[in-house]
């Protein structure tokens, strides 16, 4: 299938997706865009992993996260890949976010947050619940939502992350360490994107 059709069939969607992130996005929208993601993942002759590979073990990089389209501060998407053992500290997203799957099983673990009898900068985390993100199981949050991730097993992951706005202008997320210390998520935990557009 051509690069060309491949841009078409995102154009098509996220002219879909602005629709409804211009009117506002609640959970009830979500549960529109998660149907529309998950057609779209069901797309597996143009996305893949022959277009789009996963790290090599052993060769350095654990993740990679293709940018699939540019439209300034607007709905974005991403096609990530990550290997088994790959983890991230819980965070937030700062705007609406969708995880669907074409391949791979990826374990999200969902937080509640309490900063009570905390000291600043320090907040507790607890965990709420779990869900498997697989093929026909997507997750969805609103901006304050806050997740962390582990893929086990022995294969990695394509999963479509979409964002409200794209990840690179997001500068109020936050991630969580062990201890509770509260730090900036893009800066010291987000590895450039790979440009796939």
Known sequence: MSTENRAAVIEDFLEQVRVIHQRGVDRAALTHIVALLEALAERRDLFNFEAFPAPVPGQGSTAFRYRLNDDGDSPTLYLNSLLPGKSTIPHNHETWAIISAVEGQEINYLYRRSDEGREPGFT????EREVVVQPGTSIAFLGEDLHGIRVEGTQPTLHFHLYGLPLESLNGRYGVEADGR??????????????AY
């Open 124 to 127: 507790s985390l607890h965990l």
């Open 182 to 195: 509260i730090l900036n998520y893009n800066a010291s935990q987000m590895a450039p994107s790979i440009r």
